[in-house]
């Protein structure tokens, strides 16, 4: 692997910097050369934050160039259409189907914006990540750790899922750690033939 190349999106208190630091600590304890730039809109009235991680054998810029995202991950569904210009017909989406009304904007319907984002790829993944998280955990905070857990123990991520643990014990404070790594293994034990049925059954690829 030369590079790898993640944009996540998401709104403020959706916890995007832990997660660029988790992806990062996990990158540099497989001796990738990592870089990191966080891009803040209105995160602290629940706008829009968006933040970038490249990682390979030699990293010059923290920001991922347009039409150059291998995975882009979505913790709120309409922000995955904002990272539409960095996407490609080779991009990973993965997508929380989790909604919030942004100040100043409409809010979309999640099928609306399933069918924009199939015109762009069809490497689609659509996952009720807040939902689960919620039902097993009781809460959804930890609904991004889920998220990156999950794409490492399905190769999307290509992270050892190990390596992530170790970052989340690294990065997370010691008081929620607990819930931090039940999460982890909730995404272990999660069936990815599940959410494929799931995606199907709604005629999303």
Known sequence: MNDFNIIINGVGGQGLITLLQILAEAAMLEHFEVRTSELHGLSQRGGSVEVHIRWGKEIFSPLVQLGKADLIIALEAQESLRALKYSSKGTIFLVNEFLKIIPGEKLLELEK???????????????????????????????GIYLISLASFKKIIPLKPNSILKAIRKVVPRKYLELNEKTFEIAKAMKYETHIKQIRSRGFS
Do not use: A, N, Q, W
């Open 113 to 143: 914006i399933k069918k924009e984002l199939k015109k762009f790829s069809k490497k689609i993944i659509s996952v009720p990540g807040s939902k689960i998280c919620k039902e097993k955990l009781g809460s959804d905070v930890v609904t």
